[in-house]
T-cell receptor, first 112, second 112 residues
Framework: EDKVVQSPLSLVVHEGDTVTLNCSYE??????LLWYKQEKKAPTFLFML????IEKKSGRLSSILDKKELFSILNITATQTGDSAVYLC????????????FGKGTKLTVNP | SQTIHQWPATLVQPVGSPLSLECTVE??????LYWYRQAAGRGLQLLFY??????ISSEVPQNLSASRPQDRQFILSSKKLLLSDSGFYLC???????????FGSGTQLSVL
C-alpha cells in the first residue's frame, strides 16, 4: 500500500528560526513529490520535485528530493508568523490516473 | 485565470439526511476534478476523481457518490449521511501538469 509519512507532526518555533520538515514515501511507480501549504482551508501548491538532488527554491523556502532514500525535506529559513500552517507532502504515482498520496501533515507554529 | 468555487463553507446535518456539495471551476476546460476528505489527525483521502463529463472513479467504498453533469461542475452527494461522514471536504482540479492540484476553500461538514 502506498504511504507517505511526515515528521514531526507538529513543531513550535520562534520567529527567525530555521526549520526542516521531513517526508518519507513508499509510492508505487513514483513520479513526483509535492509540497503544499494549508493555512486555514485550501492547500496551496509550493513545490513539485521529480529529480534527485536538485533543490527547488522560492524565497525563504526550499526543498530537495532523494529518490534513493525515498525522502524529501522542506526548509524554511528566517521563519515568520505568516509561515504558521500545516505543510502537506504528497507522492504522485504514474499509472494512468492523477492521484496523490498525502501524508498527515506537519503543523508548524511560529511564535513572535 | 482559473478559479475554483466550492460551497457551502460549513454545513451541519442530522444523521440520515441527504447531502449535496457543489464545486465549479472557471477559466479552464476539461479539467480533472477531485473530491478529498480531510479528517482530524489524518491526511487527505481521495474519494472520487473525474477525467471528463459523466466519468467518475471511486477510490474508497462509502455511502457517498459523485457526479459530473457539466465539464466544470463536480457534485458530491449522499442519500443518507452517517456520523462517520463528518469531516472537511475539499474539491480540487488539475490540468496538464500531473499531480499539481488547485484546491477549493473546502466545506466543513458536521453530521450530528
Amino acid at each position: 500500500e502506498d504511504k507517505v509519512v511526515q515528521s514531526p507532526l507538529s513543531l513550535v518555533v520562534h520567529e527567525g528560526d530555521t526549520v526542516t520538515l521531513n517526508c518519507s514515501y513508499e509510492v508505487t511507480n513514483f513520479r513526483s513529490l509535492l509540497w503544499y501549504k494549508q493555512e486555514k482551508k485550501a492547500p496551496t501548491f509550493l513545490f513539485m520535485l521529480t529529480s534527485s538532488g536538485i533543490e527547488k527554491k522560492s524565497g525563504r523556502l526550499s526543498s530537495i528530493l532523494d529518490k534513493k532514500e525515498l525522502f524529501s525535506i522542506l526548509n524554511i529559513t528566517a521563519t515568520q508568523t505568516g509561515d504558521s500552517a500545516v505543510y502537506l507532502c504528497a507522492g504522485d504515482t504514474q499509472g494512468g490516473s492523477e492521484k496523490l498520496v498525502f501524508g498527515k501533515g506537519t503543523k508548524l507554529t511560529v511564535n513572535p | 485565470s482559473q478559479t475554483i468555487h466550492q460551497w457551502p463553507a460549513t454545513l451541519v446535518q442530522p444523521v440520515g439526511s441527504p447531502l449535496s456539495l457543489e464545486c465549479t471551476v472557471e477559466g479552464t476546460s476539461n479539467p480533472n476534478l477531485y473530491w478529498y476528505r480531510q479528517a482530524a489527525g489524518r491526511g487527505l483521502q481521495l474519494l472520487f476523481y473525474s477525467v471528463g463529463i459523466g466519468q467518475i472513479s471511486s477510490e474508497v467504498p462509502q455511502n457517498l457518490s459523485a457526479s459530473r453533469p457539466q465539464d466544470r461542475q463536480f457534485i458530491l452527494s449522499s442519500k443518507k449521511l452517517l456520523l462517520s461522514d463528518s469531516g472537511f471536504y475539499l474539491c480540487a482540479w488539475s490540468a496538464v501538469v500531473p499531480g499539481k492540484l488547485f484546491f477549493g476553500s473546502g466545506t466543513q461538514l458536521s453530521v450530528l
